[in-house]
């Protein structure tokens, strides 16, 4: 079983920054894939970003790549998602979570966060 704790999310005002942070109580080989995706109100889950924990690679999804950087300690089992020039639509319930399979689906993932909240607004 693996648990994974977010923090980081806060209320900030539109070109505003955030750091959110993902640790996660073990890393195996089945949950060695770690992402992060947010789910607005009304809306689908989407996928923000993913890390092979085991070599780094990584990838961010393209509506956000230009703002947002994913990176991780390996050495604290953690995940970062850097988060710039934020917009009110970034506002969402952001989550990590951890798999096996470098994918921005969310059904592919098998272990979750709890979330935590980005609230973009003036």
């Known amino acids: 079983q693996v648990q994974l704790l977010e923090s980081g999310g806060d209320s900030v005002r539109p070109g505003g920054s955030l750091r959110l942070s993902c640790t996660a109580s073990?890393?195996?080989?089945?949950?060695?894939?770690m992402g992060w995706f947010r789910q607005a109100p009304g809306k689908e889950r989407e996928g923000i970003a993913i890390?092979?924990?085991?070599?780094?690679?990584?990838a961010v999804a393209g509506t956000v790549a230009r703002r947002f950087t994913v990176s991780q300690d390996s050495a604290k089992n953690t995940l970062f998602l850097e988060m710039n020039s934020l917009r009110p639509d970034d506002t969402a319930m952001y989550y990590c979570?951890?798999?096996?399979?470098?994918?921005?689906?969310?059904?592919?993932?098998?272990?979750w966060g709890q979330g935590t909240q980005v609230t973009v607004s003036s």
């Open positions: 890390v092979r924990t085991d070599d780094g690679t990584k």
């Open positions: 073990t890393i195996t080989e089945t949950t060695n894939i």
């Open positions: 979570a951890a798999g096996s399979r470098y994918t921005f689906r969310p059904g592919d993932f098998d272990y």
